[in-house]
């Protein structure tokens, strides 16, 4: 098997890389691409161009635009990158037979209730962002492309910048933060959704399964308040010093932001665990694995 693998260098992409190695050979690109292969969403020809080059089995799109709020300066760049490049990628995968997997997120609903999400409630985006994201996956499902499409919520990773690390930062520095406490979803970790994008990718090659829309994330619920409180004294119980004395809990319309973020991000992932036999751990399962990884570099 072949695997064309775009945005290698972002947090999924990375972990990607790891576990769909066992699988065949990866052909992994960034934005810079390489080899005369291009990984630049933008450039739709040479996205054609590289799909035909490279001839995969199966192609695996974990590059996106994920600034939330400066995605509100410029939609026209959001959108050939979050939904343009989806209908080159599907319209490819459609004419030549082969699988796509994408990533969308929460952000296509919008927030309201409190009842996790369902893979068929109506869709509601709203922020230039969200908006891309929902016009991405129309995209792939209108191109009648063997597709599997993966709703997540709240990723993060070890690579690179996460809350974690940022709440950490800000609590030995500072007495007193404040966050969010009406947001409420489950942070979910890279390394997760890469282990099941895998095995997704086997198990519905072997079954010439039919592929579609599922809900994934970790299992449980938190808010962000709840969520940097747990990191904080997770840390602390690992022996680090905090300066930080309070976290004070707020509400999203206390912190404006550019871009509106839905409150309600819990997505029911009953479809995925009964289709594909998946258990998927509690929250903070990973989350207290990626502090094992952050103490033992700032302990060492």
């Known amino acids: 098997m072949k695997i064309l693998l775009f945005g290698k260098n ?5 972990e990607l890389q790891r576990t769909l190695a066992p699988l065949g050979e990866v052909v992994a690109l960034d934005q810079g691409g390489g080899e ?18 490279v001839l995969p089995d199966v192609i695996v799109n974990a590059a996106a635009y994920t600034a939330v709020d400066h995605a509100e300066t410029e939609p026209e760049l959001v959108h050939r990158i979050n939904a343009a490049a989806l209908e080159v990628l599907a319209g490819e995968a459609a004419a030549r037979g082969i699988w796509l997997v994408h990533y969308s997120t929460d952000y296509v609903f919008d927030g309201s209730g409190e009842r996790p999400w369902r893979e068929d409630d109506p869709t509601g985006p709203l922020s230039v962002y969200a908006k891309s994201k929902l ?5 792939i ?18 690579r690179g910048s996460n809350f974690a ?7 030995a520095a500072r007495d007193r933060l404040t966050v969010v406490n009406d947001q409420v979803g489950a942070p979910t970790g890279a390394d997760l959704l890469a282990d099941v994008t895998a095995h997704l990718v086997r198990s519905a090659l072997a079954m010439n399964h039919p592929g579609g829309l599922y809900h994934l994330a970790a299992a449980g619920e938190t808010n962000w308040h709840a969520y940097a409180s747990f990191v904080i004294d997770e840390a602390r119980r690992q022996g680090l010093a905090l300066k ?14 550019p871009a509106v973020r839905p409150l309600n991000s819990r997505l029911d992932t009953l479809k995925l665990r009964t289709d594909f036999g998946i258990h998927l751990p509690d929250w903070q399962f990973g989350v207290k694995r990626l502090l094992d990884e952050i103490m033992s570099s700032v302990l060492s």
């Not at 005369?36 to 080059?53: E, F, N, S």
């Open 10 to 14: 972002g947090q999924v992409g990375w």
């Open 36 to 53: 005369g292969l291009v990984g630049d969403l933008t450039d739709v020809a040479g996205l054609r161009a590289t799909v035909a080059a």
């Open 135 to 139: 016009a991405g996956e129309e995209a």
């Open 141 to 158: 499902r209108a191109s009648n492309c063997r597709h599997l499409i993966l709703r997540t919520s709240w990723v993060y990773g070890a």
């Open 165 to 171: 690390r940022t709440m950490l930062q800000l609590a």
């Open 244 to 257: 930080v004395k309070e976290i004070v809990p707020i509400l999203t319309a206390d912190w404006p932001s």
